[in-house]
């Protein structure tokens, strides 16, 4: 079992940043995928950033070149960098991480971006 516990959400105005982390603990000995994903208020959950083991990232199309995902393997974090925020940001971050087949999710992360 692996418990995902996320911080650094909040309320900024459009144009600024937050850092978002993930910290992992328990039954860890191989997280290849770790992700971020949002979900704001009546839309589906959709995927924000991602990043392997091996260091290989991916964006969605709405954040690429603001949001910046980075991952601490020894520590067993990952975070979420975002900038030049937008009032569309506004969403419940959550955390997943994969491992051996077994998804797992924090409990989410709320990000309040103001115009």
């Known amino acids: 079992q692996v418990h995902l516990v996320e911080s650094g959400g909040g309320l900024v105005q459009a144009g600024g940043s937050l850092r978002l982390s993930c910290a992992a603990s328990g039954s860890i000995f191989s997280i290849n995928y770790m992700a971020w994903y949002r979900q704001a208020p009546g839309n589906q959950r959709e995927l924000v950033a991602v990043?392997?083991?091996?260091?290989?990232?991916d964006y969605a199309d709405p954040v690429k070149g603001r949001f910046t995902i980075t991952r601490d393997n020894a520590k067993s974090m990952v975070y979420l960098q975002m900038n030049s925020l937008k009032p569309e940001d506004t969403a419940v971050y959550y955390c997943n991480v994969r491992q051996v087949g077994v998804n797992y999710w924090g409990q989410g992360t709320q990000v309040t971006v103001s115009s």
């Open positions: 990043i392997l083991s091996g260091g290989s990232t």
